[in-house]
């Protein structure tokens, strides 16, 4: 079942979920969404940030619309009762999976709590809110899932080894829907996003690293969160019909060099002291299991 598009652009009078909708990518995702028409559910933590973005697609006077559910996406109970209600209130034509959270610790280091709280963000949630709404679209037997992954599925960074392997999981969660769900009519696909300038990157940018990393980049800059928005939406419409499985990375061709590079030197790297660190610390905790001294 192919849908139409309409004048307003080509999600005219679509329903349209998007997690994570209340910054960076997943801001963007819903105002280009609205912009061309989408009939948007916003799912956040933050209702004043949700309201802030939705205000501003009304100030903007987009042909769509906004409608805003403070969910957190690691209750996957209430999530799915999001969509549900969603579902409820039109056929739901797409799910864009973005939500998600990173943090800052060597794999020696990381807490039972921080890797549940990566895990049940960045993929978890994509699966609870995959398995909704895919249920609803197979019903009718159309829909497009579009999952916000990242070039760190691919390869290993540190200290971010809980974000790599969420990530990572993400990217093989998008192919087994894509090839569990085609034949009913819904497609599945991810965006592997390199470097962007969202509040989540902007406190890691120091000059010196910025420099450098970009030395990484073919483009030699970073993406904007529009730009990947823009392939977001791309893969949700009619015009990527026969895409399906694909795992796109919008990276300005950082992957297709080595990761690393003579530009990144050692003044440019996220925590130097961070090797040194973790040793003491694996010290400290052999000789507490021993009682060496």
Same mark, same amino acid.
């Given at each position: 079942?192919?849908?139409?598009?309409?004048?307003?652009?080509?999600?005219?009078?679509?329903?349209?979920?998007?997690?994570?909708?209340?910054?960076?990518?997943?801001?963007?995702?819903?105002?280009?969404?609205?912009?061309?028409?989408?009939?948007?559910?916003?799912?956040?933590?933050?209702?004043?940030?949700?309201?802030?973005? /939705?205000?501003?697609?009304?100030?903007?006077?987009?042909?769509?619309?906004?409608?805003?559910?403070?969910?957190?996406?690691?209750?996957?109970?209430?999530?799915?009762?999001?969509?549900?209600?969603?579902?409820?209130?039109?056929?739901?034509?797409?799910?864009?999976?973005?939500?998600?959270?990173?943090?800052?610790?060597?794999?020696?280091?990381?807490?039972?709590?921080?890797?549940?709280?990566?895990?049940?963000?960045?993929?978890?949630?994509?699966?609870?809110?995959?398995?909704?709404?895919?249920?609803?679209?197979?019903?009718?037997?159309?829909?497009?899932?579009?999952?916000?992954?990242?070039?760190?599925?691919?390869?290993?960074?540190?200290?971010?080894?809980?974000?790599?392997?969420?990530?990572?999981?993400?990217?093989?969660?998008?192919?087994?829907?894509?090839?569990?769900?085609?034949?009913?009519?819904?497609?599945?696909? /991810?965006?592997?996003?390199?470097?962007?300038?969202?509040?989540?990157?902007?406190?890691?940018?120091?000059?010196?690293?910025?420099?450098?990393?970009?030395?990484?980049?073919?483009?030699?800059?970073?993406?904007?969160?529009?730009?990947?928005?823009?392939?977001?939406?791309?893969?949700?419409?009619?015009?990527?019909?026969?895409?399906?499985?694909?795992?796109?990375?919008?990276?300005?061709?950082?992957?297709?060099?080595?990761?690393?590079?003579?530009?990144?030197?050692?003044? /440019?790297?996220?925590?130097?002291?961070?090797? /040194?660190?973790?040793?003491?610390?694996?010290?400290?905790?052999?000789?507490?299991?021993?009682?060496?001294?």
């Amino acid at each position: 079942m192919r849908l139409t598009s309409g004048p307003f652009g080509r999600f005219e009078g679509r329903r349209v979920i998007v997690t994570g909708a209340s910054s960076g990518i997943g801001r963007a995702t819903a105002l280009g969404f609205v912009r061309e028409g989408a009939i948007v559910t916003a799912i956040a933590r933050r209702e004043d940030r949700l309201q802030a973005m /939705a205000d501003e697609a009304l100030a903007g006077g987009a042909p769509g619309r906004v409608e805003v559910a403070a969910v957190d996406v690691r209750k996957r109970g209430e999530l799915r009762s999001a969509i549900a209600n969603a579902a409820a209130a039109g056929a739901i034509d797409v799910l864009v999976n973005n939500a998600g959270v990173v943090h800052q610790q060597g794999i020696l280091e990381v807490s039972d709590s921080d890797w549940d709280d990566t895990i049940e963000t960045n993929l978890s949630s994509a699966f609870a809110a995959s398995q909704e709404a895919a249920r609803h679209m197979v019903a009718r037997g159309a829909g497009s899932i579009v999952n916000v992954a990242s070039i760190d599925a691919f390869v290993a960074e540190s200290p971010f080894g809980a974000y790599c392997a969420s990530k990572a999981g993400l990217v093989m969660l998008t192919r087994c829907l894509a090839f569990e769900l085609g034949h009913l009519g819904v497609r599945c696909n /991810a965006v592997c996003p390199g470097m962007t300038v969202t509040e989540m990157t902007e406190a890691d940018l120091t000059p010196a690293f910025e420099r450098a990393y970009r030395t990484l980049i073919p483009l030699q800059r970073f993406s904007t969160p529009t730009e990947q928005a823009d392939v977001i939406l791309f893969l949700a419409s009619d015009e990527a019909s026969f895409v399906n499985g694909a795992v796109i990375e919008v990276d300005g061709g950082q992957r297709a060099g080595f990761w690393y590079g003579p530009g990144l030197g050692p003044e /440019a790297q996220p925590e130097p002291e961070h090797e /040194a660190t973790a040793r003491a610390r694996c010290r400290r905790g052999l000789t507490d299991a021993t009682g060496d001294t």
